[in-house]
């Protein structure tokens, strides 16, 4: 019987999620953060440690299960997806987490990432993307920006960049939510409404790499300006922002715009109100691909639509074809169908 959606109440902290092992990641790398926000979640969430599992693959993120006090897998290249999939399905009472890079899941693992989102298995997915291969040391990723020098591309790459959030969209996905590495507050609170989402959720959040790619999300992170270059999305409020909260987003004809309250007659009922419940996901889609200077940023729960998952779907059909089959012991099976006296 599943009862992974009821927390036993156990009474932890942050520390007690935390491993003996050092934190071997550089100083000022966003990913410290994200470990200290997944640590207070999951002691938060009032589940036993054992019934927590996280899977990475390959990459400085990846390093993340020597510091889980929990359960939990270092994979390979691009298949923590995979791994994880396979473990949900298998014991569907696991919490499973998985925490991956922009290069682990977009490149050789974006087959097995599109996957794991169309099928809608229960993962709660953390994709830290600082639009770099950190560990390899600095070539650009499938995230990249057009013309960005790296290693790999010291005249500037020529390709286009993946947007995470379109590509979960486009691959059908239920969950999509964006947060950033310096914004602890706000990532925990994604990461809650993540593990209490029943499906796929993703979790992008633009993280900084202080070596390869120091400053990649600076123009919206700048304290004097983050204001008008941020946009918190809430379920069922206005999209308002801006320093003194005088900015809106509202929808002209097929596309976004920026507009300001008080001018030309706008006022708070203009502005579009967030719905993150939304199954169409055609607004959903723009918001993920606003970007600055035409657009703040869209941060916050983007999309939270629900829908049946993999694994229920799985064990219904399991419980279905057992309800309906004559087979019920071993020796039922050995002679089922064709069988003959040696």
């Known amino acids: 019987m599943r009862n992974n959606n009821m927390a036993e109440d156990c009474i932890y902290t942050a520390k007690d999620f935390k491993s003996d092992q050092e934190v071997r990641w550089c100083a000022g790398c966003g990913d410290h953060a994200v470990l200290n926000a997944v640590h207070k979640v999951m002691a938060e969430q009032g589940f036993p440690k054992e019934n927590y599992a ?82 390899t040391k600095g070539q650009y990723s499938p995230t990249s920006l057009e013309g960005q020098i790296t290693k790999t591309s010291p005249y500037g790459t020529i390709e286009s960049p993946f947007h995470p959030g379109e590509l979960v969209i486009g691959a059908q996905g239920k969950f999509f939510a964006r947060s950033l590495d310096n914004n602890v507050k706000l990532t925990i609170e994604i990461l809650h409404e993540a593990a209490n989402h029943k499906g796929t959720s993703i979790v992008e959040v633009l993280q900084n790499c202080v070596i390869y790619n120091d400053k990649a999300y600076a123009a919206i992170t700048d304290k004097e ?48 109100v967030h719905d993150a419940h939304q199954p169409n996901p055609i607004l959903h889609l723009m918001l993920v691909n606003m970007n600055y200077p035409e657009f703040p940023v869209a941060l916050g729960v983007i999309r939270a639509v629900k829908a ?30 064709n069988v003959w006296s040696v």
């Open 308 to 337: 049946t998952t993999y694994d229920v779907k799985l064990e219904d059909q399991i419980e279905k074809v057992k309800a309906g089959s004559k087979i019920h012991t071993m020796n039922d099976l050995l002679y089922s169908g």
């Open 54 to 135: 996280l899977v990475s693959g390959i990459g400085c993120s990846s390093r993340f299960p020597y510091y889980m006090n929990t359960y939990a897998f270092h994979g390979i290249h691009g298949r923590a997806a995979a791994i994880a999939s396979g473990l949900k399905v298998a014991n569907p009472d696991l919490h499973v987490w998985v925490v991956t890079g922009d290069g682990d899941s977009l490149a050789i693992g974006g087959n097995h990432f599109i996957h794991v989102v169309r099928r809608n298995i229960d993962l709660n997915v953390i994709l830290l993307n600082n639009q770099i291969y950190g560990l």
């Open 225 to 272: 300006t983050r204001a008008d270059r941020q946009l918190f999305l809430k379920h069922g409020k206005p999209m308002i922002f801006g320093k003194d909260n005088d900015k809106g987003i509202v929808l002209d004809g097929l596309r976004l715009k920026v507009v300001k309250l008080g001018e030309n007659g706008i006022n708070e009922k203009d502005i579009l």
